[in-house]
């Protein structure tokens, strides 16, 4: 459990699948990232389960201290295929516009460097996805080089140090 001013991020159960399709099903969410069927997001899961156990860190749920609302996810992801981990971000769009993502994945970057042995972290971000990359700019990230992810162009972000 990690508290910002504003919020809890926990980890991610497997209650949580619903709230994670329907995040990845709003269509001003997806435009940058992927759609989860039920089992798709279940399949994820199990998988974000195991990382956590086998590496210690992986995905947390987002929440409203003054609600408890769930706002979307943020966390730690390892690239076994690129031996990186990726901070990733997303939030129901009802929650854009508040700097909850930067809060949210400020917190999990310095946890992320005081807990793990990692020299950076990477953001891939689309292109054309604007509010992304003003996400990374603000925690120090800056661009690595040139990928593609699922067959989208992407630019790969670093960060070695907190902002
Ligand atoms: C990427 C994403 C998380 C960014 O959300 P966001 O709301 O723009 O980012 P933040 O939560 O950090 O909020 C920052 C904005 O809130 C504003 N803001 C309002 N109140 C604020 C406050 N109290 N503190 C900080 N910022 C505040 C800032 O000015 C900033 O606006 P700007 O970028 O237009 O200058 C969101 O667009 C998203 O979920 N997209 C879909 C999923 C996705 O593409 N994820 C990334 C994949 S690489």
Redesign the pocket.
Known sequence: MIETERLLLRRLRAEDVDALVALHGDK??N???STYSHQQALERLASDKQQWTERGHGLFAVELKSSGEFI?RVGLNYWEILGEVEL????K?E?????????AAGACLEWGFATLDADHFI????HG?T??V??AE?LGFTPLRKDVLFGHPCTVYSVDQLA
């Open positions: 001003r969410v435009r940058f990232v979307g990733g971000w997303i939030l769009a929650a854009w516009g508040h700097g909850y993502a930067t809060e953001a891939m971000i689309g996805n509010a992304s003003r996400v603000r």
